[in-house]
């Protein structure tokens, strides 16, 4: 599991709910720093912990990050994996915005299932505004994360490639993408 600096609430949270669904089971082993591979949420640091895990673990079953446009191994062909590994990366559970999504399809990653990510988000705005405003609290302090995006299955939606639009505009969005892009660009 990869996320942001070491100790960030959203990393030991995901890396909690992981251990809580798989662990009973006793079929997954963790590899990696505990909770998760610091990777401060940087591109170019993902790459190195990323490809240094790939080359030193024989198998990697899955790759699970909190942030996905950080965190995928681009090769665009097997002459450019490292050495010691000839395998295409492993499969992605992840949130990614449409970066991600270029960047997926660009890093030949096996599979992609995407939550949707940005609700979290909104869920923490209407709380913050209705206590400071003495309005309607949400029903909930809790969201379930759902799939949005799944490349293996197409459901409920397929992974999207909109190249088009800026990095940071998510398809998952109440706001469509279109409004978003205009937004971004000002």
């Not at 990696?32 to 640091?45: C, H, I, K, S, Y």
């Not at 395998?87 to 299932?113: D, I, K, Y």
Request: glycine fraction near 6%; charged fraction near 25%.
């Amino acid at each position: 599991m990869l996320s942001g600096p070491k100790g960030n609430s959203q990393g030991v949270d995901e890396n909690t709910g992981l251990h809580k669904i798989l662990d009973p089971s006793g079929k997954y082993k963790f590899i990696g720093e505990q909770p998760f591979e610091v990777t401060n949420w940087d591109p170019a640091l993902s790459q190195k912990v990323l490809s240094a895990d790939i080359a030193k673990y024989p198998k990697i079953d899955v790759i699970v990050s909190d942030f996905g446009r950080r965190s995928s191994v681009r090769w665009a062909s097997q002459e450019e994996r490292p050495a010691r590994s000839r395998r295409w990366p492993p499969p992605t559970a992840t949130s990614w915005a449409a970066t991600g999504r270029r960047t997926w399809r660009e890093s030949h990653v096996q599979a992609l299932h995407r939550v949707d990510a940005n609700d979290h988000a909104r869920l923490a705005i209407d709380w913050a505004v209705a206590l400071a405003t003495g309005g309607k609290k949400p029903a909930s302090t809790h969201f379930p994360s759902l799939v949005f995006e799944d490349s293996t299955t197409g459901k409920p939606n397929p992974v999207e490639c909109k190249a088009n639009l800026p990095g940071d505009i998510y398809l998952s969005a109440q706001l469509p993408a279109a409004a978003q892009a205009k937004l971004v660009k000002k």
